[in-house]
T-cell receptor, first 115, second 110 residues
Framework: DADVTQTPRNRITKTGKRIMLECSQTKGHDRMYWYRQDPGLGLRLIYYSFDVKDINKGEISDGYSVSRQAQAKFSLSLESAIPNQTALYFC??????????????FGDGTRLSIL | GNSVTQMEGPVTLSEEAFLTINCTYTATGYPSLFWYVQYPGEGLQLLLKATKADDKGSNKGFEATYRKETTSFHLEKGSVQVSDSAVYFCALSGGNDMRFGAGTRLTVKP
């Protein structure tokens, strides 16, 4: 089984719909992240959480919200989806490290298309 | 703010050719530097990392040296294989900030 599991893997929906992407991990890591990947732009950080009670905005948080339901679960919501949120979304985890030396472990991604 | 600039692709090489993918960064403080690889349909996987100046990260024949004086972390491999075909991302981590380059697609032909 994958250490970082994202559901769904693919989703097609319409403008204005509310969407939730879910991420669960079995690595026991405290830190969890949501990114979106767009061609030519690499990965951009949407939100991150260093523990259950800690939520922080990333580079591009507008139009998104998150919930850290437990150490192992971190969900991303689009309250009212718009076409320019069409992208590949990744969840990642990392171990706690004061010096930010720990690598991130990624799920396989959710491909989201908004029509 | 922090940023990563990565050599644009795509890069196409013949098997056993030498590979260099350039990466430069801008950062305050002393970031850690990473190279990740992404195979089709998968998430990113750590390829190698370096946490301080002059450190060399290496894995699976790939190498990169943390050069503070030139703010660079170029990825190299002496002899690429078809199985190395993938997208490669340079990344920086520091001060609760993680930045990725745009990615470089490598195709290796037999």
């Amino acid at each position: 089984d994958a250490d970082v599991t994202q559901t769904p893997r693919n989703r097609i929906t319409k403008t204005g719909k509310r969407i939730m992407l879910e991420c669960s991990q079995t690595k026991g890591h405290d830190r969890m992240y949501w990114y979106r990947q767009d061609p030519g732009l690499g990965l951009r950080l949407i939100y991150y959480s260093f523990d259950v009670k800690d939520i922080n905005k990333g580079e591009i948080s507008d139009g998104y919200s998150v919930s850290r339901q437990a150490q192992a679960k971190f969900s991303l919501s689009l309250e009212s989806a718009i076409p320019n949120q069409t992208a590949l979304y990744f969840c990642a985890t990392s171990d706690r490290d004061r010096w930010d030396n720990q690598p991130q472990h990624f799920g396989d991604g959710t491909r989201l298309s908004i029509l | 703010g922090n940023s990563v600039t990565q050599m644009e692709g795509p890069v196409t090489l013949s098997e056993e050719a030498f590979l260099t993918i350039n990466c430069t960064y801008t950062a305050t403080g002393y970031p850690s530097l990473f190279w990740y690889v992404q195979y089709p349909g998968e998430g990113l996987q750590l390829l190698l990392k370096a946490t301080k100046a002059d450190d060399k990260g290496s894995n699976k024949g790939f190498e990169a040296t943390y050069r503070k004086e030139t703010t660079s972390f170029h990825l190299e491999k002496g002899s690429v294989q078809v199985s190395d075909s993938a997208v490669y991302f340079c990344a920086l981590s520091g001060g609760n900030d993680m930045r990725f380059g745009a990615g470089t697609r490598l195709t290796v032909k037999p």
